[in-house]
């Protein structure tokens, strides 16, 4: 596995980590109307997912 395709697939289970934190509020999971406290974290973590992956991107075919 490459450090591309490695960054491809954090790119992949950051978008499916924030999308499945807006599936909850489409399910009507938790107390809170809109983002509560837990799923802002949850998307800060999925947004510094998103950014490793990015970052590992450039760094092209070398393996991981």
Not at 39 to 61: E, F, K, T, Y
């Amino acid at each position: 596995m490459t450090k591309r395709q490695l960054g491809f697939a954090f790119i992949a289970l950051g978008l499916l980590a924030a999308l499945g934190s807006f599936a909850n509020d489409l399910l009507g999971v938790g107390d809170f109307q809109g983002v509560g406290p837990t799923q802002r974290l949850a998307l800060l973590a999925a947004g510094a997912v998103i950014l490793v992956g990015v970052s590992l991107l450039p760094l092209g075919d070398r393996p991981a």
